[in-house]
C-alpha cells in the first residue's frame, strides 16, 4: 500500500480539493505564480505543501527552502493545467534548484509541451541523476509524439 502523507490527502487530492474551491484556472495561475518566484496565500501555499508548507512559511531569515515553493507548483500543474502555464514550465527548466528542473520535466513528460523538447533533451546530462531520468523520459515521450 503506497504511504499517504500526514494530512491523509495526497498531493493530486489535495489540488483536486483547491481546484473544486478556486477553480482550475485559479489553482493553474497560483501554479505558474510560485514558479515565476510570486507570492500566493498562505492557504494556498499549504494546500500545494501540505504540512511542509509551515517549514517555508516559517523559514526565518535565511529563507533556505523558498525553492519549495517552486517544486510545488510545478506539481500541481501534474494535476492542474491549462496551456498558459506553459511557459513557465519551460523556463523552470532552467531553475537553479534540481528539483524544480525535475519537477518541471515530469510536467512536461505528462503535458507533452512539445515547445519544451530542447531545453529537456539539455537537460539528459544534467549533474543530478534524478533531472536526468526525468529528462530522458519526457524526451522519449516527446519524440514518439511527434513521430
Same mark, same amino acid.
Given at each position: 500500500?503506497?504511504?499517504?502523507?500526514?494530512?491523509? $490527502?495526497?498531493?493530486?487530492?489535495?489540488?483536486?480539493?483547491?481546484?473544486?474551491?478556486?477553480?482550475?484556472?485559479? =489553482?493553474?495561475?497560483?501554479?505558474?505564480?510560485?514558479?515565476?518566484?510570486?507570492?500566493?496565500?498562505?492557504?494556498?501555499? $499549504?494546500?500545494?505543501?501540505?504540512?511542509?508548507?509551515? /517549514?517555508?512559511?516559517?523559514?526565518? +531569515?535565511?529563507?533556505?527552502?523558498?525553492?519549495?515553493?517552486?517544486?510545488?507548483?510545478?506539481?500541481? $500543474?501534474?494535476?492542474?493545467?491549462?496551456?498558459?502555464?506553459?511557459?513557465?514550465? =519551460?523556463?523552470? $527548466?532552467?531553475?537553479?534548484?534540481?528539483?524544480?528542473?525535475?519537477?518541471?520535466?515530469?510536467?512536461?513528460?505528462?503535458?507533452?509541451?512539445?515547445?519544451?523538447?530542447?531545453? =529537456?533533451?539539455?537537460?539528459?546530462?544534467?549533474?543530478? +541523476?534524478?533531472?536526468?531520468?526525468?529528462?530522458? /523520459?519526457?524526451?522519449?515521450?516527446?519524440?514518439?509524439?511527434?513521430?
Amino acid at each position: 500500500m503506497p504511504a499517504r502523507p500526514a494530512w491523509e $490527502l495526497t498531493p493530486q487530492q489535495s489540488v483536486q480539493i483547491e481546484c473544486a474551491r478556486r477553480g482550475t484556472a485559479q =489553482v493553474v495561475a497560483g501554479c505558474v505564480a510560485l514558479l515565476q518566484g510570486q507570492e500566493v496565500d498562505d492557504v494556498f501555499l $499549504l494546500a500545494l505543501g501540505g504540512p511542509g508548507g509551515h /517549514r517555508v512559511l516559517d523559514d526565518g +531569515p535565511e529563507q533556505r527552502n523558498q525553492y519549495w515553493r517552486r517544486v510545488w507548483g510545478a506539481r500541481g $500543474l501534474l494535476y492542474a493545467w491549462t496551456d498558459e502555464a506553459e511557459g513557465a514550465v =519551460v523556463a523552470a $527548466l532552467a531553475d537553479e534548484h534540481w528539483r524544480v528542473r525535475e519537477m518541471a520535466a515530469k510536467v512536461v513528460a505528462k503535458r507533452r509541451i512539445g515547445a519544451a523538447l530542447d531545453p =529537456v533533451t539539455a537537460l539528459r546530462v544534467d549533474p543530478v +541523476p534524478r533531472v536526468r531520468a526525468a529528462a530522458e /523520459r519526457a524526451t522519449v515521450l516527446l519524440t514518439a509524439a511527434a513521430s
